[in-house]
């Protein structure tokens, strides 16, 4: 079975940090693309950040310099360091993994930027 579990969403306040993990198992983790999408209601899914096996990150326009993602092959785990949060991130977020045909989701985990 695969299995990805998203963790550390919560509620903090605008100009704070956060730091969202995905856990995958069931998978050959270190050859697969991990996206971090998030959706507010009544928006449209957001790529929001992306990592490659070869450690290459991309990011959306909307999250660029205070956005980091990182992966640790050998946790299976893959973390999304948000900083400098907005209202505009309150979201549910979303981990995505790829390869090839193969893609797979986590059920999301709830991240509520507010003073």
């Known amino acids: 079975q695969v299995q990805l579990v998203e963790s550390g969403g919560g509620l903090v306040q605008p100009g704070g940090s956060l730091r969202l993990s995905c856990a995958a198992s069931g998978i050959t983790f270190r050859i697969y693309a991990i996206n971090w999408y998030r959706q507010a209601p009544g928006k449209q899914r957001e790529l929001v950040a992306t990592i490659g096996g070869n450690d290459m990150t991309t990011f959306a326009d909307s999250v660029k310099g205070r956005f980091t993602i990182s992966r640790d092959n050998a946790k299976n785990t893959v973390y999304l360091q948000m900083n400098s949060l907005k209202p505009e991130d309150t979201a549910l977020y979303y981990c995505?993994?790829?390869?090839?045909?193969?893609?797979?989701w986590g059920q999301g985990t709830q991240v509520t930027v507010s003073s």
């Open positions: 995505n993994a790829r390869f090839m045909i193969n893609s797979y």
